[in-house]
């Protein structure tokens, strides 16, 4: 029997849930209070808990908690920031939003995160801060960035957007660094039902500046000490993540067990397969690379089996861009990722026999 594999299904984690997340929602509603309430005091709490950090601070967005992290830190025009040149345009834009320049620098052929043995070349009177992305769930070597960040008195900001809960010697994404931006994007491993995004740091005085800014610049109502913004995550969001983040480790497990099945079981030369860890990496996205990218995309298309592309066009060589000169080029192993990576299903609930499905159409290739 032909049956479609979908590039993401939510509709199996949340039938688990779905009882809690209605109940938590019409607290809410019963509670008519949807602004800083409790339900997000409660979630900033015990997310900074899980992740190893003093604090917490919900906001809207994924980009809002990286923009709002860089404000809090002083970044501003003249200023630049190190990124890798393989992310989501999210990384970069934080950067511009504060008027500084983002300085892109290649990643890594194994890991695909930012290498740190490009970064102390592109460092100049003018960097401020480097902002290393755990890219598809993968940690970046934080370690090595963090010598490099200490020598020169550099703020490391880590972009985690795609890493709840990834974990290397006893600490999680978001503890890494000086302070780290995560996302909630529904299809993010911890997914909220609409946008919201958080900062956690360990930084007091960091923590006090940035939740001022995402609160139009205030603490005390009418009083404003900064021109800020208005990045509030809402209490359904934080409600729905509360009860998410209870199964966080057991969803990170599951998708590990896809990714070593997809790891044991696909075996065809014409495709490069992540590489396998089994701590610092959750999964948000298993890609392969194959130099007939397209092609493969569409005879899995053909089998019923739906795939992304993760990033078609690197961020340098965004029109978006252009004035900061890139060329193509400029970043080899980026750009060969670009080229090549696809992104084949990976989510919660999957079945045995829907894995074995996408193994052995991307076997057959």
Request: charge should be negative.
């Given at each position: 029997?032909?049956?479609?594999?979908?590039?993401?299904?939510?509709?199996?984690?949340?039938?688990?849930?779905?009882?809690?997340?209605?109940?938590?929602?019409?607290?809410?509603?019963?509670?008519?209070?949807?602004?800083?309430?409790?339900?997000?005091?409660?979630?900033?709490?015990?997310?900074?808990?899980?992740?190893?950090?003093?604090?917490?601070?919900?906001?809207?967005?994924?980009?809002?908690?990286?923009?709002?992290?860089?404000?809090?830190?002083?970044?501003?025009?003249?200023?630049?920031?190190?990124?890798?040149?393989?992310?989501?345009?999210?990384?970069?834009?934080?950067?511009?939003?504060?008027?500084?320049?983002?300085?892109?620098?290649?990643?890594?052929?194994?890991?695909?995160?930012?290498?740190?043995?490009?970064?102390?070349?592109?460092?100049?009177?003018?960097?401020?801060?480097?902002?290393?992305?755990?890219?598809?769930?993968?940690?970046?070597?934080?370690?090595?960035?963090?010598?490099?960040?200490?020598?020169?008195?550099?703020?490391?900001?880590?972009?985690?957007?795609?890493?709840?809960?990834?974990?290397?010697?006893?600490?999680?994404?978001?503890?890494?660094?000086?302070?780290?931006?995560?996302?909630?994007?529904?299809?993010?491993?911890?997914?909220?039902?609409?946008?919201?995004?958080?900062?956690?740091?360990?930084?007091?005085?960091?923590?006090?500046?940035?939740?001022?800014?995402?609160?139009?610049?205030?603490?005390?109502?009418?009083?404003?000490?900064?021109?800020?913004f208005n990045?509030?995550?809402?209490?359904?969001?934080?409600?729905?993540?509360?009860?998410?983040?209870?199964?966080?480790?057991?969803?990170?497990?599951?998708?590990?067990?896809?990714?070593?099945?997809?790891?044991?079981?696909?075996?065809?030369?014409?495709?490069?397969?992540?590489?396998?860890?089994?701590?610092?990496?959750?999964?948000?996205?298993?890609?392969?690379?194959?130099?007939?990218?397209?092609?493969?995309?569409?005879?899995?298309?053909?089998?019923?089996?739906?795939?992304?592309?993760?990033?078609?066009?690197?961020?340098?060589?965004?029109?978006?861009?252009?004035?900061?000169?890139?060329?193509?080029?400029?970043?080899?192993?980026?750009?060969?990722?670009?080229d090549t990576?696809?992104?084949l299903p990976?989510?919660?609930?999957?079945?045995?026999?829907?894995?074995?499905?996408?193994?052995?159409?991307?076997?057959?290739?």
């Amino acid at each position: 029997m032909e049956f479609m594999i979908p590039y993401i299904n939510l509709e199996r984690m949340h039938k688990r849930i779905k009882g809690e997340m209605e109940s938590a929602i019409n607290q809410v509603i019963d509670a008519e209070w949807y602004i800083l309430g409790n339900e997000l005091e409660l979630f900033e709490k015990e997310y900074a808990a899980y992740c190893g950090t003093e604090y917490c601070i919900g906001v809207g967005n994924g980009l809002d908690a990286l923009h709002i992290i860089l404000e809090a830190c002083g970044i501003g025009a003249g200023d630049e920031v190190i990124v890798p040149a393989d992310t989501f345009i999210a990384t970069p834009l934080a950067v511009s939003y504060c008027g500084a320049t983002p300085v892109f620098v290649d990643v890594l052929e194994d890991t695909y995160n930012l290498n740190p043995a490009l970064v102390e070349q592109k460092i100049t009177k003018n960097t401020k801060a480097i902002m290393p992305v755990h890219l598809y769930g993968r940690l970046a070597d934080v370690q090595a960035i963090r010598d490099i960040a200490n020598s020169y008195s550099l703020k490391i900001i880590e972009d985690a957007a795609q890493a709840h809960g990834a974990i290397i010697d006893g600490k999680r994404a978001g503890a890494l660094g000086d302070a780290a931006g995560f996302s909630f994007y529904p299809g993010k491993n911890l997914g909220a039902l609409g946008d919201a995004g958080a900062i956690v740091t360990s930084d007091k005085d960091l923590y006090e500046k940035a939740k001022a800014l995402r609160n139009y610049g205030s603490n005390i109502k009418y009083h404003h000490i900064y021109k800020g913004f208005n990045s509030r995550m809402d209490e359904l969001q934080a409600a729905v993540l509360r009860v998410k983040l209870r199964y966080l480790d057991d969803w990170s497990q599951e998708r590990r067990k896809i990714a070593k099945y997809y790891l044991e079981n696909i075996h065809n030369d014409r495709i490069k397969l992540p590489q396998y860890s089994d701590i610092d990496n959750v999964w948000h996205v298993f890609s392969v690379f194959c130099e007939e990218r397209d092609s493969l995309q569409n005879y899995l298309k053909q089998c019923e089996i739906m795939t992304q592309t993760h990033y078609p066009i690197p961020v340098h060589l965004q029109e978006a861009y252009v004035e900061l000169g890139y060329k193509k080029g400029d970043f080899p192993v980026a750009e060969n990722i670009a080229d090549t990576e696809l992104s084949l299903p990976i989510w919660c609930g999957m079945t045995e026999m829907e894995m074995d499905k996408v193994v052995q159409a991307v076997n057959a290739f």
